[in-house]
């Protein structure tokens, strides 16, 4: 069991670590308060060669893994979370194409969205279908050579600058076995952003809400080349993107915990810095506890990832490091603000933003609340066992 990093792992983790310092950290305030894409993040991504890790060099890509993802979105988030989900959406919309595309689509779509000349959006969630994804009701109905796709989608992260998009369509009858995907130009006629989102925190990132109105498909854009197979692709995808949205949670937490306690060293109170307070001390160490906890949950998942251990059953070890990463941002982004007072409540300091941004951690991708079912299943399956 090796928990060291290569010096491949370390080279990403410090050319990401530059980005975050040099790209990300000055510009995080404004890019929350405008809620504007920060193109100067996705280029600085771009030039170094970040872009493409979840690709396999086979289809264009870098093909370093998950694990280096990982990596980089924990050293951007420590600044700002939604540096970190440009890096998921590296791989989000990617990865349904690597894992169920045929190599015509693979060829076609991936070299330049792993090189950063185009983007991709993932389209998923619908305005009644979120957690319950079975049950999908756009639907794309079979004209000759085409396909003609009509419905809607909802909080599509990073719509509005997307190229293309990888969309879940209902091709056949109910349930899961009738959901097929395809890649889509985002530009196709029919195809409108009928709004964008105000949203609490992660705000550099725009959400997309999409409606699709007779929207022509060529069928050689239907993932894989055959109908129904839709579903079991996007499980496959979010089980292995898991780890990158918790990862956002790892960095976060940790750029909340360094920024509190510079502050507690600096800020004195009765004659002593805060930081000489046992009560705030512990505060420190519970976070400190948390964090490296969830880190090394994350990288395993990652690594499992890597190996190919991503389908259901291995499932549940994915729901466990998302679950409590992102839950762990949460609580240390809590405590942080609280080490700061009534300063960590104002703008002024990056508490506030983590704050709002840690809170769409355990929604996106699968609530914490669905981790704890394929969690509570594998136990009662007996695939997850203790005795």
Known sequence: ?????????????????????????????????????????????????????????????????????????????????????????????TRPIVLGGTDEQQQKYLPALAAGDTKGAFCLTEPDHGSDAANLETRATRDGDDFVLNGNKVYISGGTVADYLTVFARTGGPGAKGISAFVVDAHSPGIRIDRTDDKMGVRSVPTAHFSFSDVRVPAENLLGGSEGNGFNTAMLTLNSMRPTVGARGVGLAEGAAAYALEWARERKAFGNAVADFEAIQF????????????????????????????????????????????????????????????????????????????????????????????ISRAMIDRVLVYG
């Not at 490091?321 to 839950?327: D, H, M, S, V």
């Open 1 to 93: 069991m090796e928990f060291e990093l290569s010096e491949e792992h370390r080279l990403i983790k410090d050319t990401a670590r530059r980005i975050a310092r040099e790209v990300v950290a000055p510009r995080a305030k404004e890019v929350d308060e405008t809620g504007e894409y920060p193109h100067d993040f996705f280029e600085a991504f771009k030039k170094a060669g970040l872009l493409g890790m979840a690709i396999p060099e086979s289809m264009g890509g870098t093909g370093n893994g998950i694990l280096p993802i990982c990596l980089a979105i924990e050293e951007v988030a420590k600044y700002e979370c939604g540096a970190g989900l440009m890096l998921v959406l590296s791989g989000l919309p």
């Open 283 to 374: 505060m420190f160490a519970d976070m400190a506890i948390q964090i490296e906890a969830a880190r090394n949950l994350i990288y395993k998942a990652a690594w499992l990832v890597d190996q190919g251990k991503f389908t259901r059953e291995h499932a549940h070890h994915l729901s466990i490091a998302k679950a409590f990463a992102t839950e762990m941002a949460n609580r240390v982004a809590f405590d942080a603000l609280q080490v700061l007072g009534a300063q960590g409540y104002m703008k002024d300091h990056p508490l506030e933003r983590h704050y709002r941004d840690a809170r769409q951690l355990t929604i996106v991708e699968g609530t914490s609340q669905v981790q704890r079912v394929v």
